[in-house]
Nanobody
C-alpha cells in the first residue's frame, strides 16, 4: 500500500539549479531507504542518490557528487534532491523509490520495490 510520487521536474538552463521532491505515503514505518534514479534517452536506469530513512546515511553517484544533494524530512515523509550546476547530460526522467530494507548498498536498485511514476528534468544547453 506504499505510494511514491515525485514532483518538481521541469526545464532549466545549463548551470542552473532545480529541486525535485518525493512524497511517500501508506506506511513510511516500513521504509528503510529512499533513493533517486534517472533514465535518459537510450540509457539504462541509473542510481543518482540515496538516503537511509532513520540514520541519514547517503550515497551519491560519481557523476553528480558535489552538485546534487539528497535530503529528507521525516515529519513530512519526503525526500528531496537539490540539483546544482546542471548539465545537459543530466536530462532524464527522475524516479523516486523506496526500499523496505537494503542488504548490499544504498544504490542497489534491486532493493527498491516501491516506485514513483517519474518526473522529467530537461537541461538546455
Amino acid at each position: 500500500q506504499v505510494q511514491v510520487a515525485e514532483s518538481g521536474g521541469g526545464l532549466v538552463q545549463a548551470g542552473g539549479s532545480l529541486r525535485i521532491s518525493c512524497g511517500v505515503s501508506g506506511g513510511t514505518g516500513s521504509i528503510y531507504a529512499m533513493a533517486w534514479f534517472r533514465q535518459g534517452p537510450g540509457k539504462e536506469r541509473e542510481s543518482v542518490a540515496a538516503i537511509s530513512w532513520n540514520y541519514g546515511r547517503t550515497y551519491y553517484a560519481d557523476s553528480v557528487k558535489g552538485r546534487f544533494t539528497i535530503s529528507k524530512n521525516n515529519a513530512e515523509s519526503t525526500a528531496n534532491l537539490t540539483m546544482n550546476s546542471l548539465k545537459p547530460e543530466d536530462t532524464a526522467v527522475y524516479f523516486c523509490a523506496a526500499a523496505p530494507f537494503v542488504e548490499e548498498r544504498l544504490s542497489s536498485r534491486a532493493s527498491y520495490i516501491y516506485w514513483g511514476q517519474g518526473t522529467q528534468v530537461t537541461v538546455s544547453s
